[in-house]
């Protein structure tokens, strides 16, 4: 005689969940498919490419070799007494994790819609891939910073602290919480308003610029454009990051304070518009 079995035998999905609930023990339960999805990211993105992945250390020297012309040796803009090469290669990667972060994430819905309209699964997963793919991408530059540092070291120039590199872990961190935030803030609200994707690549320019990434805070010397610039929430990761590596940044407790809170908010509140968005996003995507 057969016994009945106690467990159920389906499983009843609704949109009838609480805002402030972000089901994190249902994205732990879906952790396989966020790798899923980073490798499958991952492997799409170089499909096709003659040199595949070997775009991911031509990309960030070409990028910073052009920093080094234009900024360095035309502009004759100073790095605080860094090597032009590390300063601008290094200050890419830790910004191109961040900015990657919040483009990634602010086109969860609109570039996800077709996969969200035919299966359910935890949305969380899409933006926690894209930091896994962008985690990835930064070690490759971390490395590359690493071995043209041992280049300058072998001349006598001393530059980087390796020993303080695990101080990059809480500033990954940091950057994920405010990049991921912001993206799934711009993501829940293009959703409704496509129109709004066209700025966000405009906005990202404008935010490139005015962040210290081609150059140190130091380097700043208006006193109004100054204070305005530290409005800037991508600021004090920055320098913090630059400290952590050289030993040089313009680092205040006030600014790492204000830019902690700052990006806790933003996360928070992206987290609430997206968890209110993903119940009823289909309808109007």
Known sequence: MQKKSNTPYHLHIDADVSSLSLRLGEV??????????????????????????????????LSAIAYYIVFGRIAGMGTGGIPQLLFYISGNAFWSFMSGVMLRCSSTFSGNAYLFGKIYFPRLTIPLSNILIHLIEFAIQLAITIVISFVYLARGIHALYYTHLVGLIPLLLWAAMLGMGLGIILSGLTAKYRDLSILIGIGTRVWLFASPVVYPLSQVRDGIILKIIRFNPAV??????????????????????????????????GLLLFNRVERTFIDTI
Not at 239 to 247: A, D, I, N, Q, T
């Open 28 to 61: 732990w339960h879906y952790r396989d498919l966020i790798w899923l999805h980073t490798r499958k990211n991952f492997v799409v993105r170089y499909k096709q490419t003659i040199l595949g992945p070997v775009w991911l250390i031509i990309n960030p020297l």
């Open 236 to 269: 004090a990761p920055l320098e913090l990051f630059r400290y952590v590596l050289y030993g040089v940044g313009d680092v205040t407790p006030g600014s790492v304070l204000y830019s902690l809170i700052f990006s806790a908010a933003v996360l928070i509140a």
